[in-house]
């Protein structure tokens, strides 16, 4: 009787241990701080909130510079640094990242937060954020055809008029949103776009611009 009751027990030990396994590996990762690296196209003229819904036209040998596009296509690279969701205001993750221009371009730092929603038991997710951004480009580019400026002067002002964007302001709005694929309980990849601009609320000028580009990210903690 006594073997009975423990080879019974030692059942029920074993299926509680299975069950409990695959429980982990089904359940959606515990919510925690992550770290993500990306690369980003930087101006990739396209906006899926606004009337910006193309992607860039071919470029043309020579033409015109269109105020706004001048740092079209190059590329960035973004560092970022997500808290573990806060318990208030639908649960918010902190966010800051470090966008920077692999070709001297503009480049973002940015403060803000990020709120997700999981789908398929955690193993896809969709996310939106806002944030404000300092940038170390250009307010306003400098005049290459200022009266009374040297010739040397007035080309090296139209290299940085040509390659250089003016955002109107050093300090500029964060919206950005992206879709997450969790490769497993640590890792996941996410498809991103981050778009820069102030609404013309500091300056007329403001061009804007948008970043599509993946990022992995990789969850800390045990």
């Known amino acids: 009787m006594i073997r009975l009751e423990k080879r019974v027990l030692g059942a ?3 299926l509680a241990s299975t069950t409990a ?7 959606p990762p515990r919510e925690a701080a992550e770290v993500a690296i990306g690369v980003l196209r930087h101006g990739a003229n396209f906006h899926p909130l ?7 036209l071919p470029e043309l040998p020579a033409g015109p510079i269109y105020e706004g596009e001048e740092e079209n296509g190059t590329v960035d690279v973004q560092l970022a640094y997500r808290t573990a969701p806060l318990r208030i205001l639908l649960k918010p993750r902190l966010t800051a990242k470090a966008q920077i221009n692999t ?8 403060v803000g937060a990020e ?3 999981h789908i398929l038991r955690g193993r896809v997710y ?23 400026i040297s010739n040397d002067e007035a080309w090296r002002r139209y290299d ?13 709005f964060n919206p950005n949103a992206s879709i997450g694929v969790r490769v497993d309980r640590r890792w996941a990849v996410e498809l991103a776009w981050e778009h820069f601009s102030h609404r013309q609320i500091f300056s007329d000028t403001n061009p804007g ?4 580009g993946i990022r992995i990210v990789r969850r800390l903690g045990r």
Do not use: C, H
């Not at 940085?160 to 500029?172: C, M, P, Q, V």
């Open 209 to 212: 611009i948008d970043n599509v």
């Open 126 to 148: 969709g996310q939106f954020g806002i944030g404000a951004t300092v940038i170390d480009g250009y307010r306003f580019t400098p005049d290459p055809f200022q009266p009374g």
């Open 103 to 110: 070709a001297g371009r503009t480049s973002f730092f940015s």
């Open 115 to 117: 709120w997700r929603q």
């Open 21 to 27: 396994m695959a429980q982990e590996r089904e359940a």
């Open 12 to 14: 029920v030990l074993a």
């Open 160 to 172: 940085i008029y040509r390659r250089r964007t003016s955002f109107g302001s050093k300090i500029l």
């Open 50 to 56: 606004g009337s910006k819904l193309i992607f860039d």
